[in-house]
């Protein structure tokens, strides 16, 4: 199992949030969904990119979250090629999470904590961070939540795999209300996040604090 990495303790500019680096891909929605469920089942406040509509250049967007958040995850697992000519792939992952070891090497605070689906797969995809101990998901939700469990372990509010799942299962069934009231086809947008948010705190309140299930 990964434990995250820490910088120097957070300040108190730093709020409990969590920035969230993953694939904004269909293929991916369930794992996203299981993100932002575990992320709030922690106490924590889900944060990503997608918030980053608005008259700022998304660069300085990023940046600024990622200033705000004690915690950033990052999954690398999602990086493929896109096939639709001319056929590249997507650096925004790696990208952000260079941002991120950036932040935490110069002490403010940040705790950074890297996903993967397969073992060993990132020591040739990104071989700079060899030392840097990796959770392994496999593709699966509960591969998430074990995986938190322990690399969030320093967290406030620890709740269990058990409660995570119930968590991850009610977000998943607001999911199509969210995307009617926002009238989206697609999660991957600021004001279903933000919606999304909102729902998996209110019910990681009631699930894990109140233990109701």
Do not use: W
């Not at 998304?58 to 950033?72: A, G, K, M």
């Not at 650096?91 to 705790?111: C, K, M, Y």
């Not at 995809?125 to 469990?149: A, M, Q």
Request: one cysteine or more; proline letters at 5%; glycine letters at 6%.
């Amino acid at each position: 199992m990964a434990i995250a990495r820490g910088g120097e303790p957070a300040s108190s500019t730093v709020s409990p949030s969590v920035f969230l680096n993953l694939p904004f891909d269909s293929r991916f929605e369930r794992l996203f969904v299981a993100y932002i469920a575990s992320v709030a089942s922690f106490g924590l406040t889900p944060r990503a990119a997608l918030e980053t509509y608005g008259s700022k250049r998304r660069l300085d967007r990023i940046c600024e979250i990622l200033s705000e958040c004690r915690y950033s995850i990052h999954d690398l697992s999602g990086i493929q090629l896109d096939r639709r000519p001319p056929a590249t792939p997507h650096f925004n992952i790696p990208f952000e999470l260079g941002l991120a070891v950036a932040q935490e090497r110069a002490g403010q605070g940040h705790t950074l904590i890297v996903f993967e689906q397969m073992k060993n797969r990132i020591a040739k995809s990104l071989s700079d961070l060899d030392g840097t101990e990796v959770c392994i998901h496999d593709g699966k939700i509960n591969g998430v939540f074990s995986e938190l469990c322990n690399a969030l372990s320093s967290a406030k509010r620890n709740p269990t795999s058990t409660q995570m799942r119930m968590v991850y299962r009610h977000l998943r069934q607001a999911a199509p209300v969210v995307l009617r009231r926002t009238d989206d086809k697609t999660l991957f947008k600021a004001r279903p996040f933000r919606d999304l948010c909102v729902i998996a705190s209110d019910l990681a309140h009631r699930i894990v604090t109140q233990r109701i299930a």
